[in-house]
């Protein structure tokens, strides 16, 4: 969870702080910059979450063998044979 706790931290602290701290009745060319990295951050959090859960329990690394054990199983290659 610390990691979890971390990565959320880091990635949507600077939305917080851009929203709270920007002035946005003049716009400028780094107001547009600063809005597209907070973005960037808010995002890249979102697609590290599954990663890092992935990776740091143990149940959902056994569910995920499980799953490519299945996958291996009916075979890529095999469907593609087939059409």
């Known amino acids: 969870m610390i990691i ?3 990565a959320f931290v ?3 602290c ?8 920007v ?7 780094s107001l ?3 809005y597209h990295v907070t973005v960037f951050l808010s995002y890249l959090y979102i697609c590290m ?7 740091k329990h143990e149940a959902v ?4 063998t499980r799953l490519m054990v ?4 009916v075979g890529v290659t095999s469907v593609a044979s087939a059409t």
């Open 70 to 73: 299945c996958c291996k199983r």
């Open 49 to 55: 979450n599954p990663f890092i859960y992935a990776l």
């Open 32 to 34: 547009y910059v600063g």
């Open 14 to 21: 600077p939305t917080y702080i851009y929203v709270n701290a």
């Open 61 to 64: 690394k056994e569910i995920l």
């Open 10 to 12: 880091v990635c949507w």
């Open 23 to 29: 002035d946005a009745s003049t716009p400028t060319t």
């Open 4 to 6: 979890v706790s971390a």
